[in-house]
């Protein structure tokens, strides 16, 4: 394929709006890097079918990565792991409980204020 063609194409993928508006602007601002420069990174390292399924792969590993900063804004990893003052079951719960609230769009302060209070009490039991 024409390397003209593929840019162009890619291009208009990477510009399309949804793709633009949720995923390449919040991230480029997130890491400092300038919206132009993230656009070709992206371009230059994905093929097309990696860029059609940009939006979709970056919603659906949002949960995941919001729950591993709750597991270490709330010492989880330590109160469980290390310390095994919370069992797994009692983790797996508030894991669930968050995860709900993740999946619902609260906003990560309110939900990690939501955690705060859960872990407290766990750690009272």
Do not use: Q
């Amino acid at each position: 394929m024409d390397e003209d063609l593929l840019k162009s194409m890619k291009t208009r993928i990477i510009h399309s709006f949804r793709w633009k508006k949720d995923v390449i602007i919040p991230l480029s601002d997130e890491l400092d890097i300038p919206v132009n420069e993230f656009e070709e990174i992206l371009m230059n390292k994905l093929d097309m079918s990696s860029l059609e399924a940009l939006h979709s792969t970056y919603e659906s590993y949002r949960p995941k990565c919001l729950m591993d900063k709750l597991n270490c804004d709330l010492k989880l990893c330590w109160f469980v792991d290390v310390l095994e003052i919370i069992n797994n079951n009692d983790y797996n719960n508030l894991k669930s409980k968050l995860m709900t609230k993740i999946a619902k769009g609260e906003k990560y302060e309110d939900i990690l204020k939501f955690g705060k209070k859960e872990v407290y009490e766990l750690l009272k039991k």
